[in-house]
């Protein structure tokens, strides 16, 4: 996913395969995929540009010049080059562009319903550091060590570790799989190198829809931007399934397909994050992974529409506005809606109370009432924040917030003002780096909320965060 690449070949739609055009298929990690062909892929219509309609096509079959096999699905008709007319002259064919959502190589499908897998396997940009896990064997001793050292000898000891598994659901199963080059021999070895590899596998039972096998991962993503508090992305993605095999004299065997669309949040050369500059890693939840795997993948639709108001703040990086504010705000009302059942009066003293007040006044208000009814027993905002901080707080977070009162009140009356431009209560009301810290602070009750919504003990969540304090010491001294 993280290299530019183009293919040149022919490409085609599926009914009609002996219908081809020559074009060239371009791929950037960012930007996404282009396709540019010279003539239509349509035989229906004429081959000369000119005579077009806008089309789209679920799928088209490409062939490229070394003889990979490209499939391109949801590929939208983008534009149709101009052509230069010449009097007395033939003109050339100006070329067609489409935008290639996916891009697969190694398989021809033939149908959208072909598009169906049970693996997918993954490797995300700093799970390796997350996991921490390493084959390479350490010395014994120090005594064997200094023997060595002083020997002037150098042992390399390396097994690949065994694979992580999780449940994922009924059908599903989740796994980190290691996978090491083997170095090789030459007759005069001069040097050698080893690369450890790790990846994310979902595995079911039964074939999925491509998307469902993606979403499996992007779940896992999320978690591990969470646990990372930055963003990762797939560095590669390769997926299988029964539909697509290669028969050798009767032994079938699995096509690997590559898969490649753009991820707008990808940066080149970027460099790891270690242990101590994540929130937690592996190692520290190591006993319980597959407990809280488990439930953060049975409570991720639930949470979701807050996840991803929170996990937009990762895939934007550096760039802050109050927009960026309101949305960490809305992320917590939206979770606090999500995990508490209960409204500011019971739902039955709440009906006799509108009741009353609709007997008691003139009916020619009763449409306002209603309508003020409508909302009038949500929980504030206000109302939230104090409860996810009595109940998901703890010694570093309060460190953290500092005074919880005066966090509350800037945390509501900034919210409003940015949403409506009121003046309100303009003393409480943040901008510039103090509305930044002020978000940040935000995010940190938002992600203790999150790991002790899917089992992390409260002690284990201040262990998390005191053993990560280089992300937020700056947050506690500028906490008034």
């Known amino acids: 996913m993280g290299a530019e690449f ?4 022919q490409w085609w739609t599926p009914s009609s395969p002996e219908y081809r055009v020559h074009g060239t298929l371009t791929f950037h990690p960012t930007k996404g995929s282009r396709l540019e062909v010279f003539g239509n892929v349509s035989p229906s219509k004429s081959p000369h540009p000119f005579n077009f309609k806008f089309e789209n096509h679920v799928l088209i079959l490409g062939l490229s010049s070394d ?3 490209v499939t391109l699905y949801k590929c939208w008709q983008q534009n149709v080059g101009g052509g230069t007319l010449v009097s007395n002259q033939e003109s050339g064919i100006p070329p067609i562009t489409y935008i290639v959502h996916y891009v697969l190589v190694g398989i ?7 598009l169906a897998f049970d693996t997918i396997v993954v490797e995300p940009f700093n799970l390796g550091e997350w996991v921490g896990i390493s084959g390479f064997q350490p010395y014994e001793s120090f005594e064997e060590q200094r023997k060595n050292f002083e020997e002037k000898r150098i042992k390399v000891n390396y097994k690949v570790p065994d694979s992580i598994l999780f ?5 599903t199963e989740g796994s980190i799989e290691f996978s090491a080059n083997h170095p090789g021999g030459s007759i005069y070895q001069k040097s050698i190198q080893i690369n450890q590899t790790v990846r994310f596998q979902a595995k079911s039972s039964e074939p999925k829809p491509m998307k469902d096998l993606l979403d499996y991962y992007f779940v896992f993503q999320d978690f591990l931007i969470l646990a990372l508090y930055r963003n990762t992305y797939p560095m590669s993605i390769v997926i299988h399934g029964s539909n697509f095999q290669d028969d050798l004299n009767g032994h079938y065997i699995r096509k690997p397909v590559d898969v490649f669309f753009s991820i707008w949040s990808y940066q080149e050369n970027e460099e790891p994050n270690l242990a101590f500059d994540m929130i937690f890693s592996y190692p520290i939840i190591k006993s319980d992974f597959k407990n809280l795997i488990k439930k953060w993948y049975s409570k991720y639709e639930r949470l979701a529409p807050s996840i991803n108001l929170l996990m937009e703040q990762f895939h934007q ?22 995990t508490h059942d209960h409204s500011r009066i019971p739902k039955k003293d709440y009906e006799v109370m509108k009741k009353d007040m609709l007997n008691s006044i003139d009916e020619k208000y009763h449409d306002w009432l209603n309508n003020q009814f409508s909302f009038g027993n949500h929980l504030t905002l206000h109302e939230r924040l104090v409860e996810m901080i009595d109940k998901f707080s703890n010694k570093i977070l309060d460190k953290v917030l500092g005074d919880k009162d005066r966090f509350v009140k800037q945390v509501k009356h900034s919210r409003n003002y940015y949403t409506h431009y009121s003046n309100g209560k303009k003393k409480y009301v943040l901008e510039g780096s103090e509305l930044f810290h002020l978000s940040e602070r935000m995010k940190f009750l938002l992600i203790s909320a999150f790991l002790m919504e899917i089992g992390f003990s409260k002690d284990l969540v201040t262990k998390c965060l005191d053993n990560s304090r280089g992300l937020f010491n700056h947050l506690i001294r500028k906490t008034p």
């Open 6 to 9: 183009e293919i040149k070949g």
């Open 67 to 69: 003889s990979k096999l």
């Open 108 to 114: 021809h499908a033939l149908a959208e319903k072909d």
């Open 167 to 171: 449940p994922i659901d009924d059908t």
């Open 317 to 338: 990086r550096n760039k802050f506005n109050s927009n960026v504010f309101l949305n960490i705000a809305q992320a917590i009302e939206t979770f606090h809606a999500r």
